[in-house]
């Protein structure tokens, strides 16, 4: 028999076959391929429309702040105009603040007019009772006019160091002192106009000195406590003490210009607080206008984040 050749043996489709399989792996290759993309296209897709609708909620949600925010400054707004159409009545409030502080007066420790003017000097940008720990020492030290007007002010500088701006205070009591000494004979003159030429002292001071010394003053004192109480009682809507001043004098009989300022302070400092005012224990709340909402009246204005004012009703 005739010797069989291997080649001549070999299966003549394995080639094909082989063909077949690589062409079938390159498909199966490319539709896996095709899959994963619109797998990827269909997951991107997915974390826009997932972004989109958490976009969209937050500018619902923001605009539904703001128009909160709105909301409730409307709301304020009115509240705040319906109290400026109410005044708690001058006369019966200053009776209820006599029966409520019997005992109002200047709280600047002194001795005769002279040691007033100096400590009421003293008491801008400071507490009453700062200055009533410096001036002892300052007094027995400097007892009038005189004293003060022969001193260099670096030497009085150490008696009031403990106070703000304590180097101007020194320079405007020793320079008060000058003019007194040369001017008026070293006495505090009775005149407003005299008053306020003296170094570091305004209107405000010599009202004080004037209204508590004499009980001629020539207006209302109007310091951060009677500003703020003016306001909340609704005798005011004016932020600026000369105009809130010429308010008050208005109102009020002009034999009770001192004591309204002694009430005012003594209500400001005990009851009627800039922050969380006593309005269950005070005995103007049932015909204060502010009572009960009186922190929202009668502060400087808030700030927003920006550092702008916002101001309040």
Known sequence: MPTTNARARTNPTRPAARAGATARSRATSSAAKDTAARNATAKTTAA??????????????????????????????????????????????????????????????????????????????????????ATPALFARFPDAEALARTDPKDVEPWVSTLGFFRQKAKSIVGLSKKLVDEFGGEVPRRLDDLVKLP??????????????????????????????????????????????????????????????????????????????????????????????????GRKPKRDRLGAPRRDA
């Open 48 to 133: 826009k429309n997932a972004t989109a609708k958490a976009t969209t909620a937050k500018t619902s949600t923001a605009k539904a702040t703001i128009a909160k925010a709105n909301t409730a400054k409307t709301s304020t707004a009115k509240a705040g105009a319906a109290r400026r159409t109410r005044m708690a009545p001058p006369v019966e409030t200053l009776d209820k603040l006599h029966t409520i502080h019997p005992d109002a007066h200047c709280e600047l420790d002194h001795d005769g007019p002279f040691q007033l003017l100096v400590a009421t000097v003293l008491s801008a940008q400071t507490t009453d009772v700062n200055v009533n720990k």
């Open 200 to 297: 570091g002292v305004g209107r405000k001071t010599a009202n004080v000195v004037l209204g508590v010394v004499w009980n001629t003053p020539e207006g209302v004192v109007v310091d951060t406590h009677v500003q703020r109480i003016s306001q909340r009682l609704g005798w005011t809507t004016n932020t600026d003490p000369v105009k809130i001043e010429q308010d008050l004098m208005r109102l009020i009989p002009k034999e009770q210009w001192d004591p309204t300022s002694h009430l005012l302070i003594f209500h400001g400092r005990r009851v009627c607080f800039a922050r969380k005012p006593n309005c269950e224990g005070c005995g103007l709340s049932d015909i204060c206008p502010s009572a009960f909402d009186a922190e929202n009246v």
